[in-house]
């Protein structure tokens, strides 16, 4: 998306410029926070802007660069996940009861984008308890998909990705569990990297009302938003490292490199649906039509393996670990129910939804199988990788779907005339989230009625650089992302 108006500019390509002088910090701030001003009420990205705080932080970036200073990010404009803790600013995560919750000090991750130089804009919208694949609640109300304001940007991560599209910045933070920093890229057009678990450290991407301690999540991570690839890197730098009050792994400091320097000689498995969800047709045709170009392009391209893991064992087992770590935080009443639904299901039931209601109470004796079975599962990656580079996957089985407000108990997701439960959706995600394994949001086109389609580049655990470099490579030779009409 290389543009010579500024807001559209990557961030490498701004760090150059400002440390350069072609562009003050000032300016920049003032440019991007006038298009947030005028293109943002009708959006709802940015939240909660910080507007007052990012002109100030613009002067003193100036003054480095005048000094001679050089960092990463000094004077590039950036958003953040309303989910992180910004000091002096509201971390509600969508929920009324914490409307005045405010920060006292930055998440890990924000002390981090500051200390590289970044400008932080403000932060950008969310669902309730992060716990939605689309973005409204009762604080900060909707927001809606540059593209189609008819349509959900996605969730949780909603608000950034919006903000990525609509030109609010280069930069934004996101989270991850159930496909939240992949899924809203894929709705926007944009890029997205749900890193190794456990690589980048999520102190102060907490619930409001908890200690920012630090924690090892099962499934969760942090991880950059962006409107190109190489920008992802630039961002995963800046925010790698273990965190400062465990000493961390400090092999995690090193990733290793990517497996190629150029798109040719990749050896790549491509996936277009899902066993339990297949993709829409338009999802599948934009897939297969990417997996040709990509064969064209002398990468080695195959559709199916034995060695790929059991793609429905493994969703069943992503719910069961999902749901188990999402009701541990339920207050009594609602464990109470959800005891009561699980008491519900027959023991034959294999769907998704029951394996749902079956990990929101599964025993210690349960939750050690399940984990058993994650284990088995992450050896067969590491076998499939020792043949393949990357795998290929849908992000989701549709494009943005319109905005639906109703009980989440009540949704369905329509894919070519077939109903799901709604929350079926997120088994393309847990492809990944279930091993810990690293995957790259990256857009490939446009659907038929103009919506963006990503895919994810699934790689071999802290196989980042490759998944990453992929993406390089694709937008290199295929273009990546584009400006959505009307911004």
């Known amino acids: 998306m290389t543009d010579t108006e500024p807001t559209w500019r990557s961030a490498g390509e701004l760090a150059g410029d400002l440390?350069?002088?072609?562009?003050?910090?000032?300016?920049?701030?003032?440019?991007?926070?006038?298009?947030?001003?005028?293109?943002?009420?009708?959006?709802?990205?940015?939240?909660?802007?910080?507007?007052?705080?990012?002109?100030?932080?613009?002067?003193?970036?100036?003054?480095?660069?005048?000094?001679?200073?050089?960092?990463?990010?000094?004077?590039?404009?950036?958003?953040?996940?309303?989910?992180?803790?910004?000091?002096?600013?509201?971390?509600?995560?969508?929920?009324?009861?914490?409307?005045?919750?405010?920060?006292?000090?930055?998440?890990?991750?924000?002390?981090?984008?500051?200390?590289?130089?970044?400008?932080?804009?403000?932060?950008?919208?969310?669902?309730?308890?992060?716990?939605?694949?689309?973005?409204?609640?009762?604080?900060?109300?909707?927001?809606?998909?540059?593209?189609?304001?008819?349509?959900?940007?996605?969730?949780?991560?909603?608000?950034?990705?919006?903000?990525?599209?609509?030109?609010?910045?280069?930069?934004?933070?996101?989270?991850?569990?159930?496909?939240?920093?992949?899924?809203?890229?894929?709705?926007?057009?944009?890029?997205?990297h749900k890193p190794s678990l456990g690589l980048l450290p999520p102190r102060g991407h907490t619930p409001p009302g908890l200690p920012a301690l630090p924690t090892e999540h099962d499934l969760a991570v942090i991880g950059p938003m962006a409107r190109t690839a190489a920008d992802l890197d630039l961002l995963l730098d800046v925010l790698a490292g273990p965190d400062e009050l465990t000493g961390g792994v400090a092999y995690r400091l090193a990733l290793p490199a990517a497996r190629h320097t150029e798109l040719r000689g990749h050896r790549v498995l491509v996936l277009d649906g899902h066993p339990l969800l297949p993709g829409s047709a338009p999802v599948r045709a934009a897939i297969d039509g990417f997996a040709e170009a990509l064969a064209g392009a002398g990468v080695t391209v195959l559709r199916e393996s034995p060695l790929l893991p059991d793609q429905a064992e493994s969703a069943r087992i992503y719910m069961r670990i999902l749901h188990s770590g999402l009701a541990a935080g339920f207050p009594p009443e609602a464990y109470d129910r959800a005891r009561a639904d699980a008491a519900l299901v027959a023991d034959d039931d294999r769907s998704l939804a029951a394996e749902r209601a079956r990990g929101a109470v599964l025993s210690h004796r349960d939750r050690v199988a399940a984990e058993s079975g994650r284990e088995l599962i992450r050896q067969r990656w590491r076998e499939l990788f020792a043949e393949f580079d990357l795998v290929i996957a849908p992000i989701a089985p549709t494009t943005a779907i319109p905005h639906d407000h109703s009980d989440l108990t009540d949704r369905r997701i329509t894919v070519d005339g077939v109903e799901y439960p709604y929350f079926d959706q997120l088994a393309p995600a847990g492809t990944a989230t279930l091993p810990g394994l690293p995957a790259t949001a990256l857009p490939i086109g446009l659907s038929g009625d103009g919506l963006p389609i990503g895919v994810q580049a699934i790689g071999p655990m802290f196989g980042d650089r490759t998944t990453i470099a992929f993406a390089r490579f694709v937008e290199r030779e295929f273009g990546g992302a584009i400006r959505p009409p009307g911004v």
């Open 19 to 192: 440390a350069a002088r072609r562009i003050s910090a000032v300016e920049l701030a003032d440019e991007t926070i006038a298009r947030i001003e005028r293109l943002d009420p009708a959006l709802n990205a940015v939240c909660v802007p910080d507007f007052e705080r990012a002109r100030r932080a613009a002067v003193d970036a100036d003054a480095a660069l005048a000094r001679g200073e050089r960092r990463p990010l000094l004077g590039v404009p950036l958003t953040v996940k309303e989910s992180f803790r910004v000091a002096g600013l509201p971390s509600t995560w969508g929920l009324t009861e914490h409307r005045d919750a405010v920060a006292d000090t930055d998440a890990v991750a924000v002390q981090r984008v500051r200390a590289a130089g970044a400008v932080v804009l403000g932060t950008t919208n969310v669902p309730p308890h992060l716990g939605d694949l689309q973005t409204f609640n009762d604080v900060y109300g909707t927001t809606v998909n540059p593209w189609d304001h008819d349509r959900t940007p996605g969730g949780s991560s909603g608000g950034s990705a919006a903000a990525l599209a609509a030109g609010f910045g280069p930069l934004s933070l996101g989270s991850d569990l159930g496909g939240s920093l992949r899924y809203p890229a894929h709705c926007c057009g944009v890029y997205a």
